[in-house]
């Protein structure tokens, strides 16, 4: 049985190995880092970081199955800013040590990639935004991440009163899966990452 909860200080290293997991053929990180076991550990670090960020605003939700957590994702109520990338780096300053520039490239890339869903979000007054959303790579195309969106995204902006759920996505397999769950692309664009072009589509979906 799926249930979800507020994300909790404990569960941090188990999403961010969740997202690395998920994400490691993602568009959004593969331009940056070649070999795939330094990749990983970038995109655990990047993760690591943003639900630090996440967690401590209870902007973070996780999805269990039989205790064992299976989905992760964070959704942000009007009004709310996401973490930006000076918070990122205050509590994980040895990225660049680490990484070099390449956190400042990514992050170059997602301000490039997000401006269209933060204009949406300025003009709207009322839009509830996903920033994550990952199932575990074992439990992927078994209807979990349809039942993220409509068994606790949808009924979370319900009880409040409605509004618009949107986010972003690089991947046209994606773009597939939110247009099944009854959301709509206002933005499509080529955006530039590490020497190549992504993708980049910005969805939103009405709640009443």
């Given at each position: 049985m799926l249930t979800y909860r507020v994300a909790e200080d404990k569960d941090l290293k188990t999403i961010s190995t969740l997202c690395a997991d998920a994400f490691m053929e993602y568009d959004f990180y593969r331009p940056f880092v070649d070999?795939?076991?330094?990749?990983?550990?970038?995109?655990?670090?990047?993760?690591?970081?943003?639900?630090?960020?996440?967690?401590?605003?209870?902007?973070?939700?996780?999805?269990?199955?039989?205790?064992?957590?299976?989905?992760?994702?964070?959704?942000?109520d009007p009004g709310r800013k996401q973490a930006g990338f000076s918070e990122y780096l205050a509590t994980g300053i040895g990225m660049v040590f680490h990484y070099g520039i390449t956190p400042f490239k990514w992050f170059d890339m997602y301000d490039k990639c997000v401006a269209p869903a933060d204009k949406f979000i300025n003009e709207n007054p009322d839009v509830y935004y996903i920033e994550i959303l990952a199932v575990r790579p074992d439990r992927q195309r078994h209807g979990i991440g349809t039942r993220d969106i409509q068994e606790y995204m949808v009924p979370y902006v319900r009880k409040k009163g409605g509004g618009m759920l949107s986010l972003i996505t690089n991947s046209v397999e994606n773009t597939m899966f939110y247009e099944s769950n009854g959301f709509t692309c206002f933005d499509h664009m080529k955006v530039p990452a590490a020497g190549t072009e992504i993708g980049n589509w910005c969805f939103s979906m009405k709640v009443d």
């Open positions: 070999n795939p076991e330094k990749r990983w550990k970038f995109i655990y670090d990047l993760h690591v970081q943003c639900f630090k960020a996440e967690i401590k605003r209870r902007q973070a939700v996780v999805g269990e199955d039989d205790g064992e957590i299976i989905t992760a994702f964070s959704i942000h």
